[in-house]
């Protein structure tokens, strides 16, 4: 997948490590892509992110009921370890909930309390001022703009000893990004890699783990 040319001016900061000079990744349906020599995250030239009222109306298309058993089974790739881990009556904070909090709504009926905050549909920043024995932010990191400040923020949230959990597709083969179903949601603008998120839990000092594919716990030292 060579990128066409001309590229637009490179950014100056990968966006998810702030490792300087990015490179040309790819252009794929006339958007240009960037790759991180450092943590091999891509993401989108923000010269093509949506506009604010277009990405909030993408985002009520989204049909993710609490109630829907397939969503549960799919939010149980993150749920079921992150709660093998928790201590009873844990309090977490669902980082980007989103219109319909399935999420919250199993660690709730596994017995911890939650709090939401999304920046469009639990807009309430007071619980951001509060620390968590938990945050989860699923189908989320993908939209961040701005990745490493949003990491910083969701690594601040956790108490010592407490848990970041977090999900978002792996993007593994090159080959196929163009096709890729992830790629192809035009609210999707950063693209995480094992690696990347390995790096991301290094920079904030926080120790990491993988139980599955497109699932990272990563924890604050006690």
Same mark, same amino acid.
């Given at each position: 997948?060579?990128?066409?040319?001309? !590229?637009?001016?490179?950014?100056?900061?990968?966006?998810?490590?702030? =490792?300087?000079?990015?490179?040309?990744?790819?252009?794929?349906?006339?958007?240009?892509?960037?790759?991180?020599?450092?943590?091999?995250?891509?993401?989108?030239?923000?010269?093509?992110?949506?506009?604010?009222?277009?990405?909030?109306? *993408?985002?009520?298309?989204?049909?993710?009921?609490?109630?829907?058993?397939?969503?549960?089974? +799919?939010?149980?790739?993150?749920?079921?370890?992150?709660?093998?881990?928790? *201590?009873?009556?844990?309090?977490?904070?669902?980082?980007?909930?989103?219109?319909?909090?399935?999420?919250?709504?199993?660690?709730?009926?596994?017995?911890?309390?939650?709090?939401?905050?999304?920046?469009? !549909?639990?807009?309430?920043?007071?619980?951001?001022?509060? *620390?968590?024995?938990?945050? =989860?932010c699923t189908e989320t990191a993908e939209h !961040?703009?701005?990745?490493?400040?949003?990491?910083?923020?969701?690594?601040?949230?956790?108490?010592?000893?407490?848990?970041?959990?977090?999900?978002?597709?792996? *993007?593994?083969?090159?080959?196929?990004?163009?096709?890729?179903?992830?790629?192809?949601?035009?609210?999707?603008?950063? +693209?995480?890699r094992e690696t990347t998120l390995r790096q991301?839990?290094?920079?904030?000092?926080?120790?990491?783990?993988?139980?599955?594919?497109?699932?990272?716990?990563?924890?604050?030292?006690?």
């Amino acid at each position: 997948m060579s990128p066409r040319a001309p !590229f637009s001016a490179a950014p100056a900061l990968c966006p998810v490590c702030r =490792t300087p000079e990015p490179s040309p990744f790819s252009s794929v349906d006339g958007k240009d892509y960037w790759r991180c020599r450092a943590c091999e995250a891509k993401f989108l030239d923000p010269r093509h992110y949506l506009t604010p009222h277009a990405e909030h109306a *993408q985002y009520k298309l989204h049909e993710n009921h609490p109630d829907d058993p397939g969503y549960r089974r +799919f939010l149980s790739k993150l749920a079921d370890p992150l709660l093998a881990r928790l *201590q009873p009556g844990s309090r977490g904070l669902d980082y980007g909930c989103g219109p319909g909090p399935a999420l919250a709504a199993m660690l709730t009926e596994a017995g911890h309390e939650m709090a939401l905050y999304d920046p469009l !549909f639990a807009p309430d920043r007071q619980v951001l001022e509060a *620390q968590y024995d938990f945050v =989860t932010c699923t189908e989320t990191a993908e939209h !961040f703009h701005d990745p490493w400040t949003e990491f910083e923020t969701l690594a601040g949230l956790i108490k010592p000893g407490g848990w970041l959990a977090v999900m978002t597709g792996f *993007q593994t083969d090159d080959s196929a990004f163009a096709r890729w179903h992830y790629r192809l949601d035009p609210t999707h603008v950063v +693209f995480y890699r094992e690696t990347t998120l390995r790096q991301v839990a290094a920079r904030l000092r926080l120790a990491i783990e993988i139980p599955v594919k497109d699932v990272a716990l990563m924890r604050k030292a006690g």
